[in-house]
């Protein structure tokens, strides 16, 4: 979209969704590839319009493969939309879920995920969770799937400077000696939790 790279280009602010020049419901645009697609092959699959958290998803049935993607972080309750995922999903089925995620170095056996009140995730108010893999894997054996594979982690972080590692190690070294302490000095304060935002991709089988 023009006002995402827009924002990337210039900072500047997102609107709204329903503010947005884009915003097109009546139209739905986003669906032309698909209707491209379905006229081409001579495809007989049926399109459905909805709001996937309220309508009746028993009038649906279920389905062998269920794409899931890019969803997830814009709902405002993750379980519960991975639990309505599930009920769509066949028994021996593959739901494919694809979502903003997270990580955190040292914290990767927690189950975390990372809320955002406001513009905190590229500047966009629809954003509210980004999961780390454990909370991703999680949060679909808590929905019902048996068997869950993440398909995606976060890419590899460049290493530190050696000046900048050097001067870390030797502040470590001359804290664990308590001789600041000792001496009447406060410890320096840490530094934030590094965070690393990539696209996580599991694959849930009911």
């Not at 972080?73 to 879920?97: D, K, N």
């Not at 914290?107 to 990372?114: H, K, N, V």
């Amino acid at each position: 979209m023009k006002d995402g790279r827009k924002w990337k280009r210039t900072g500047a602010l997102l609107p709204p969704p329903p503010e947005s020049r884009h915003w097109r419901p009546q139209e739905l645009p986003g669906r032309r590839p698909f209707e491209a697609a379905r006229s081409v092959l001579g495809s007989k699959v049926e399109p459905v319009v909805g709001d996937f958290m309220t309508m009746d998803l028993s009038k649906l049935g279920c389905f062998d493969v269920v794409l899931f993607l890019g969803v997830l972080y814009h709902l405002e309750e993750p379980l519960q939309a991975v639990r309505r995922v599930a009920s769509v999903t066949a028994p021996g089925g593959l739901a494919v879920l694809e979502t903003e995620a997270i990580s955190v170095p040292g914290l990767e056996d927690r189950a975390l995920c990372e809320f955002f009140p406001g513009r905190e995730l590229n500047n966009d108010p629809t954003n509210w969770w980004a999961p780390n893999g454990k909370a991703l894997e999680g949060l679909c054996r808590a929905a019902g799937f048996r068997e869950v594979v993440l398909k995606t982690g976060p890419l590899p972080q460049p290493c530190p400077p050696f000046r900048t590692r050097i001067t870390a190690a030797l502040k470590h070294l001359l804290f664990a000696s308590h001789l600041p302490q000792k001496l009447g000095c406060l410890p320096p304060p840490q530094p934030p939790v590094p965070v690393i935002r990539y696209r996580a991709i599991a694959h849930a089988r009911r």
